[in-house]
């Protein structure tokens, strides 16, 4: 229990700085940039208290905010992405959420992408409306959204491909 | 009072979530309005300080090509001494010389720490702040044109709402008549911004200077911004929007100056005397 609490602060953590020092200054194409700390909300606990994890994700989200000088945007794209979440699962897992016995490291790995595609789009979609904050450039906000997301899809599936034990 | 109670333990992920939610949109809605960003920024202590130490390294990648810029200044600079008053009307108009504003502005050199150019509202963050004498309003420049105005300060660094912000509005002219509109971002492209409410009799023509109007009191006049691509009518037909290109390259930014304008409080209660 102990190593896993402090697995994910290390996470948090680790997450929070690559973002703010190195993803945010990526701009692929001149604005395309990956939000992979939401690799944080995806790959937390099944079980978990809601309440702990609501806070957490909106905590992650002002970190991120904070050193990329973006108002509220990010904290709130995190907080609604981990609100949602549960809906997510169900939806992409299914029975074997039911049952709440899915692991990361075992399910097959074309659940595990609907569900990263689902997360990432609610989140990207989130952030740039607040972002763009217009309504006049709906137009804009579904190109940063679309480009954005294919980037952090790929981001995140590499790294769990990457850091995960048994596959 | 018993349901209630009830109604708020059965829904209280969803009240915390409307909470949270809540005070992110604040946040949210204070960036997007003008120097209103109190609470998130990221002149504090520890965000600041993280770029300051990882901008220790990285500003060796690119010395080269800020000394080419530096350079370039200085010979601009050198012109400026050695030629003086002979071709005086040329030169100086597009090169500023602190001298020749007697002591009304102050300039202080700073280094961009933190840069950013792909969103819509952009900010930047430099290593000086209020140890250094900087305060609110106090206008950026680069060497080779402007950068944007100081936002929020803490004792060590300031933030910067770059020219590349939704919100930014600064005053800007003709190089050649003193016919003067508002420089915005319409969020598209980091090269081009747009200059509006020139009014029609103007003598726009392509590849037009922009410069800097002095009538804002934050930055001095004849500051180079940048040249004119394209220009339309509005729809009343009234007023030209200008596309800018501009002279420096927001992407690529590491030595900037800060500038103070001694008179500006004079100024503004001449102009605002309300507020007394």
Redesign the interface.
């Known amino acids: 229990m102990n190593n896993l609490i402090s697995g994910h602060t290390l996470r948090f953590v680790i997450l929070v700085?690559l973002q703010?020092?190195i993803l945010?200054?990526i701009?692929f194409l001149?604005?395309?940039?990956p939000y992979l700390y939401i690799l944080f909300i995806a790959l937390y606990p099944i079980k978990n208290n809601?309440?702990l994890f609501?806070?957490l994700s909106?905590l992650l989200?002002?970190f991120v905010?904070?050193?990329?000088?973006?108002?509220?945007?990010h904290?709130?794209a995190a907080?609604?992405a981990a609100?949602t979440r549960p809906i997510i699962l169900k939806f992409s897992f299914g029975a074997a959420y039911e049952h709440q016995t899915i692991r990361f490291n075992t399910i097959e790995f074309g659940a595990l992408l609907v569900y990263l595609i689902t997360l990432t789009l609610i989140h990207h979609l989130v952030v740039f409306s607040?972002?763009?904050?217009n309504i006049k450039?709906i137009l804009?906000i579904l190109k940063k959204t679309l480009f954005s997301s294919i980037f952090t899809i790929i981001l995140t599936v590499l790294t769990i491909i990457i850091f995960s034990r048994k596959r | 009072m018993q349901q209630i109670i009830n109604f708020l333990i059965r829904n209280?992920?969803f009240l915390?979530?409307i909470l949270?939610?809540s005070?992110?949109?604040?946040?949210?809605?204070?960036?997007?309005s003008y120097h209103k960003?109190r609470f998130?920024?990221?002149a504090?202590f520890?965000?600041g300080g993280?770029?300051n130490s990882?901008n220790n390294i990285s500003e060796y990648f690119n010395l080269k090509t800020q000394n080419t810029i530096l350079q370039e200044e200085n010979n601009n600079l050198r012109m400026l001494i050695h030629n003086g008053e002979k071709q005086n009307d040329s030169i100086q108009i597009t090169y500023i010389d602190s001298t020749s504003f007697g002591i009304a502005y102050k300039f202080t050199p700073a280094l961009v720490i933190k840069?950013?150019?792909?969103?819509?509202?952009n900010?930047l963050?430099l290593n000086k702040g209020e140890r250094d004498s900087i305060k609110e309003d106090f206008g950026v420049i680069t060497p080779k044109g402007i950068l944007g105005i100081i936002d929020q300060t803490s004792k060590k660094f300031s933030?910067v709402i770059s020219i590349l912000n939704t919100n930014s509005r600064i005053s800007a002219k003709l190089k050649h008549t003193n016919h003067f509109g508002s420089l915005i971002w319409n969020?598209?492209?980091?090269y081009t911004v747009q200059l509006k409410e020139i009014p029609k009799i103007a003598p726009v023509t392509q590849g037009d200077t922009i410069t800097t109007s002095g009538l804002s009191a934050i930055f001095p006049k004849g500051i180079p911004i940048g040249t004119v691509t394209d220009f339309s009518l509005d729809n009343a037909e009234n007023y030209y929007t200008i596309n800018v290109k501009l002279f420096n390259d927001m992407?690529n930014i590491e030595h900037v100056y800060i500038i103070e304008n001694k008179d500006k409080n004079e100024i503004n209660n001449l102009l605002n005397p309300t507020d007394e």
């Open positions: 700085l703010a020092l945010n200054h701009n001149g604005y395309i940039n809601r309440f609501l806070f909106f989200g002002l905010d904070i050193f990329s000088d973006s108002g509220g945007i904290a709130a907080l609604t609100y607040l972002e763009v904050f450039n804009l | 209280k992920t915390l979530y949270l939610l005070i992110s949109l604040v946040f949210t809605i204070q960036s997007h960003s998130i920024n990221s504090n520890l965000s993280i770029y990882t840069n950013s150019y792909s969103a819509t509202d900010i963050l933030t969020g598209k492209s980091p992407t």
